[in-house]
């Protein structure tokens, strides 16, 4: 017995020995490999950058062209498309009637005169023998009553004329502005009434866009309007169409008086010179509106950004450790984003690989290839 108790024991500590090994291998091949990631320093920056809004051309002023008149189309005197000046006749319409109507009118003014002379004298002459006692109080009350009335005919007859007259003005029309006239909606012998749209004068140089601005931005677009910036700065630019941008800088105009209560936006006009008559009124373009950053913003490209049910997060490296970090994002400038809250200069941040990694996955990192510094992202 005393001999078989040390073999016992000898053989339990050799059985412990080999399954305390294959235990710490199991567990080595179990342990997952460090992710491969590449990483850069955040760095604090200023920069330029731009915010876009959908913009709509108008014109400073707009005129529609319509009669105050009935009757046919006499005359078009201009070209469609032709740059007029104010008071340039435009269109005549029939005046014939109008004119024969102004000829009655005048002459009821003569017939009406020729009343109250008539009428004078009576009074004159019942008065003078009223002073004698020679005719009777009532006879010379009507007197004066017939010259009342023949006074107020006269009046009457001249109001007649100059409303006659004003329709006989009103069939020659006239340019109210100077501007550029559109493609008329009329031709000679068309018959037209009061309201009809006939054609519009718009001016075009200087020209506008409107944009529609969140309420939040009413105190910032107020201080420019109030600064009076310099009309040939570029704080505001404008993207054509076709993706070009447009030649001439603008300056912000006006807000308007309120906030649409449906949208919580307000209109903002901001006016552009426009020698070429590139810019056409209802055509759409882009305003571009510059800003500066403050010296210390935090820059970092957004592929670091992973979206989770809408929030946002980075993953930053401790001690070989991926941690995912959430963050408030700002503006994003071609490829880079604004990081508002979250981040500070000298931490250490994923750029590369971010779509491996869970929050503290090991890493191995290395250096991104082709950091980009916040002063370059324009």
């Known amino acids: ?25 199991s567990q080595q091949q179990t342990r997952p490999p460090k992710v491969s990631v590449n990483t850069d320093t955040v760095q604090e920056g200023a920069t330029v950058y731009y915010d876009n809004y959908p913009a709509t051309v108008t014109a400073l002023t707009q005129v529609d062209i319509k009669p105050q008149v009935s009757g046919n189309i006499t005359g078009v005197y201009f070209n469609d498309g032709d740059r007029v000046h104010k008071g340039e006749k435009l269109y005549s319409i029939d005046a014939q009637q109008y004119a024969g109507t102004y000829g009655q009118a005048t002459a009821d003014v003569d017939v009406a005169k020729a009343n109250l002379v008539k009428a004078q004298k009576n009074a004159d002459r019942y008065l003078e023998l009223q002073k004698n006692d020679a005719i009777a109080t009532q006879t010379v009350d ?74 939040a931005l009413i105190p910032k677009f107020t201080n420019l309007v109030n600064s009076g910036a310099s009309k040939k700065d570029s704080t505001f630019t404008v993207t054509l169409p076709d993706g070009s941008m447009y030649a001439h800088p603008g300056y912000i105009s006006l807000l308007d008086r309120a906030v649409d209560p449906t949208t919580g936006t307000i209109r903002a006009r901001i006016v552009f010179p426009n020698p070429e008559k590139m ?100």
């Open 1 to 25: 017995m005393r001999t078989f108790i040390p073999i016992v024991l000898f053989i339990a500590l050799i059985t412990t020995a080999v399954s305390c090994g294959d235990k710490s291998s």
């Open 142 to 215: 009507n007197a004066l009553a017939d010259l009342d009335a023949a006074k107020q005919q006269v009046a009457a007859a001249e109001a007649n004329v100059q409303a006659v007259a004003a329709n006989l003005k009103y069939t020659t029309i006239y340019s109210p502005i100077d501007g550029t006239i559109g493609i008329s909606q009329v031709k000679v012998g068309t018959s037209v009434y009061p309201q009809t749209l006939l054609n519009t004068v718009s001016t075009d140089d200087p020209i506008a866009a409107d944009i529609a601005l969140d309420q």
């Open 279 to 378: 810019l056409k009124v209802g055509a759409t373009a882009t305003v571009r509106v510059e800003n500066k950053s403050a010296p210390n913003t935090i820059f970092i490209p957004y592929k670091c950004i992973v979206e989770q049910l809408g929030e946002f997060f980075v993953y930053q490296v401790q001690d070989t450790i991926a941690l995912q970090k959430k963050v408030t994002l700002g503006n994003q400038i071609n490829g880079m984003v604004i990081i508002k809250d979250g981040l500070k200069a000298g931490d250490v941040i994923v750029t590369d690989g971010v779509q491996k990694l869970r929050d503290s996955t090991a890493v191995n990192t290395g250096k991104s290839k082709a950091p980009q510094q916040p002063s370059q992202a324009k």
